[in-house]
């Protein structure tokens, strides 16, 4: 994991460098202080040379004056590194969630992913900028201190640093406990995101049910939780800092009883002595550095371990030696196609589609009728490869599906299904999802066939207005024919309609059925409806069960046949 995090300096080790010159310069301005004070104090003063004495306190002037600079450097320009690292970090993963099957997102709740891109990686640019800076500091001042106090006295130096390794064990001691009460705090506020995302989205169904209550009471329960975790983690951090203090504090008595001492006996002068108790602030120093660089370690290192978690998963897949069509006909053969859902509290459960067999011809319009739970939704979710069959294979023109680049096969297939999901931008912008490249021209002819062009246009901004979160200003009907739109934009020979106007009222479906019917032309479609009145002009009708191929058929063949489509069809029709 450290090769990774260690990666991403990589484009800035030129800003790195100077980062660390910078902060290497500032421990050489503190470690020569005391040195002067020293000479300052044995020399200067009883020897009444004011000459050096001002020069002395003019060059400490302009030193003074050169760490601040330096500071302002490591401060402002370390932080930028530090945030051009996270923003590569935050890119990485969003690049890698694109490429995520979607059996990741069915088991990953969308706030958790939220607080792993944006919570998560603010740590770790903490720790990219300061922990190499505040290790290199630590090292730099305890080599120099000790150094300088070696060559003062080597007893007395000796005395007072063996208080070092007590200081390093009880770090590394406390590390581990550290560590894992971090970790639970970063997973229970991921969690206490994921209940607030759910909430907010689903704000209008507790206002519709009168909710609030028991809303109330999930988020309280999640953030008792983040309560409880983040008390252990400070818990640990108070144990940590208070022993740090006490050591510190223990090793500044060491000092001034050895010191004191040694004065008294005349092992050293006064001059000395002072440099040495100067020095103890030195030493304290990179103590307090290393205080701050542990806990930047346990937030930083314990957000990057998150990050590369998500980093770690599987990628959907790609063909060694893509099969690449200039023009797909749209035949869809399914060859004893089994499939189960198999994420986390589904395993072992049994197949949704279970030795499927079935072929589409291309240009026809096909309807998957049938019982909840048959696997129609499931089926159409397997066509473009959102997920991956167990057995069996589906063919496009007689080409396996997986032997197609993803990119390829989901650009011959256009989907429109029963929940439109609209993004939070223009109307223009939702369409032209369809097509990236489109003219204007071209997204105002593809609205003006999903029938909604005339309602844009009595709109006060247009095609620049914003649709809300999720389409929230648009009716059903409305966010139903962009989306129609969008596919018209897209022009796939190959047209999947899932449940596409289930969620309408019998008027708007009869409206959008002329769309939909003029969408549908000299592809091959595939139509999922409960609504039977919506596919009786279908080519062929499959019933579906969880059995599998329960009939197939025309409309007035499955009728005279009088099985299971019959007893649907009558059943919603009847007076």
């Not at 196609?337 to 319009?365: A, H, N, W």
Request: some cysteine; aromatic content about 10%.
């Amino acid at each position: 994991m450290l090769r990774h995090f260690i990666s991403y300096y990589k484009p800035y080790k030129g800003l790195f460098a100077l980062d660390m010159l910078a902060s290497l310069l500032i421990a050489a301005a503190d470690l020569f202080y005391p040195m002067i004070a020293r000479n300052i104090i044995n020399d200067y003063v009883p020897n009444r040379n004011l000459r050096l004495l001002i020069i002395w306190l003019g060059a400490l002037l302009l030193i003074y004056f050169s760490k601040m600079l330096l500071n302002y450097f490591v401060q402002y320009m370390g932080h930028v590194m530090g945030t051009r690292m996270q923003g590569d970090m935050r890119r990485d993963m969003f690049r890698h969630l694109q490429k995520l099957p979607l059996s990741f997102f069915d088991e990953n709740k969308t706030g958790n992913i939220m607080s792993r891109i944006i919570n998560d990686l603010f740590d770790v640019s903490e720790l990219a900028h300061h922990g190499p800076e505040n290790l290199f500091l630590c090292v730099v001042m305890f080599i120099g201190s000790f150094t300088i106090m070696g060559s003062i006295n080597p007893i007395l130096a000796l005395i007072i640093f063996a208080m070092v390794p007590v200081i390093v064990l009880f770090s590394l001691k406390m590390r581990g406990r550290m560590h894992k009460a971090f970790k639970e705090s970063r997973e229970q506020i991921a969690e206490v995101n994921a209940e607030v995302e759910t909430s907010i989205a689903g704000i209008r169904v507790s206002r519709a049910y009168v909710s609030a209550d028991h809303e109330n009471q999930r988020f309280d329960l999640e953030n008792g939780r983040y309560v409880n975790v983040r008390s252990n983690s400070y818990k640990a951090m108070g144990q940590f800092h208070s022993g740090m203090g006490f050591l510190s504090d223990l090793l500044y008595l060491i000092a001034l009883a050895a010191g004191g001492i040694f004065f008294y006996n005349g092992w050293i002068d006064s001059g000395s002595f002072a440099a040495f108790v100067l020095y103890i602030s030195m030493v304290l120093k990179p103590i307090n550095s290393l205080v701050a660089l542990i806990e930047q370690m346990q937030n930083g290192m314990t957000g990057f371990h998150r990050f590369r978690e998500i980093m770690e998963v599987a990628q959907e897949t790609e063909p060694e030696n893509p099969v690449k069509k200039d023009k797909v006909d749209g035949r869809i053969t399914f060859d004893h196609v089994s499939f189960r859902y198999d994420g986390e509290g589904m395993k072992g459960d049994k197949y949704v589609i279970d030795d499927l067999s079935l072929e589409l011809e291309s240009g026809k319009t096909v309807a998957l009728v049938g019982p909840s739970g048959g696997g129609k939704t499931t089926l159409c979710h397997l066509i473009p490869r959102f997920y991956e069959l167990e057995r069996g294979t589906i063919s496009i023109d007689g080409v396996d599906i997986r032997d197609f680049k993803r990119e390829d096969l989901r650009r011959a297939i256009g989907i429109v299904a029963q929940d439109v999901f609209l993004f939070n931008c223009s109307i223009r912008e939702n369409i032209a999802y369809g097509n990236p490249d489109a003219t204007d021209e071209e997204i105002m002819e593809a609205a003006k066939k999903a029938n909604i062009h005339d309602y844009i246009m009595t709109l006060e901004q247009g095609y620049e207005t914003n649709v809300g979160e999720r389409g929230i200003k648009l009716s059903g009907g409305q966010k139903q024919r962009i989306s129609i739109a969008r596919v018209f934009l897209k022009n796939p020979p190959i047209l999947i309609l899932d449940e596409a106007t289930s969620a309408l009222d019998n008027v708007t479906e009869m409206m959008l059925q002329q769309s939909l019917e003029e969408l549908s032309k000299g592809r091959t479609v595939v139509v999922v409806a409960h609504r039977l009145s919506t596919v009786k002009n279908a080519d062929e009708i499959v019933v579906l069960t969880a059995d599998g191929v329960e009939e197939r058929g025309t409309h007035e063949e499955l009728l005279a046949k009088n099985g299971m489509y019959a007893t649907l069809y009558n059943h919603q029709f009847k007076q």
